[in-house]
């Protein structure tokens, strides 16, 4: 059993900056086996890939509208995922959550076996 908490998410401007942090906690090692990935969804929007990453960070997709402003990174030893949003848009304005997917490989197609609650970006224009 794997639980997921999400943090760092809030309100901010257009241009500005957001890193959200998922804390992972599983018994023994298991969170470094599992992919991992991060998920948005908007209001009357269907809930989309972000980002994801392999179970040993070699491997990231992201979604076409984030590329080159969102980072995905893990670290193992700390059961962490992290979420870097650099020059946020009004349209990123979603709720977050990470997910683990039993799958190591992150592909954002891979069924996602657990969910955290979700943490609320704003970006204001």
């Known amino acids: 059993q794997v639980q997921l908490a999400e943090s760092g998410g809030g309100l901010v401007q257009t241009g500005e900056s957001l890193r959200l942090s998922c804390a992972g906690t599983?018994?023994?090692?298991?969170?470094?086996?599992?992919?991992m990935g991060w998920f948005r969804q908007a209001p009357g929007k269907e809930r989309e890939a972000v980002a994801t990453v392999s179970w040993d960070g070699g491997r990231t997709y992201y979604a076409d509208s984030v590329k080159g402003r969102f980072t995905i990174s893990r670290d193992n030893a700390k059961n962490q995922l992290y979420l870097q949003m650099n020059s946020l848009k009004p349209e990123d304005t979603a709720v977050y959550s990470c997910a683990a997917s039993k799958w190591m490989r992150g592909d954002p197609k891979d069924k996602y076996d657990y969910w955290g609650q979700g943490t609320q970006v704003t970006v204001s224009s």
């Open positions: 599983a018994p023994g090692k298991i969170f470094s086996t599992y992919g």
